[in-house]
């Protein structure tokens, strides 16, 4: 009997769990700062901005998802919600995501609705001061 209470509450889980699937292009999206993987003192972000200056409505915000799958990780916008975007700088570590070891990799990837997938570049932060400098 308690064999099949666990199984019956482990199926019921399964069921609550649901994978959004991709609802913007990353091509459709106005960034100030295109997604890249951004490497500082070992450890790698994701890291993006949107743009708001698109001369129209303030752009609203789209939930960021993650997942693993056949070697590769991937991130990808939902559909835009209701909430306004206020521009601010992403930085977020895919440590959190357990994407460390597909960074090392080069498998980061974002996913796009037509399930293409673009790599997403990793810049070291010391070059991206280095070229400030110049």
Known sequence: MKYFIAMAFLFSLAGCIHLEPPGVALNDVRFA????????????????????????VKPVQMVLYARKSDGKAYYWFSVPISH????????????????????EQNAVY????????????????????????R
Not at 115 to 129: D, G
């Open 84 to 103: 306004p975007e206020y521009g601010q700088t992403i930085e977020r570590p895919l440590a959190c995501d357990g994407f460390t070891e597909y960074a």
């Open 33 to 56: 700062e295109s997604p890249y993987i951004l490497k500082r003192d070992g450890n790698y972000y994701l890291h993006y901005r949107i743009s708001l200056d698109d001369g129209h």
């Open 110 to 133: 974002w996913w796009n609705p037509d399930y293409s997938e673009t790599r997403l570049e990793i810049k070291e932060e010391s070059e991206l001061k280095h070229r400030l400098n």
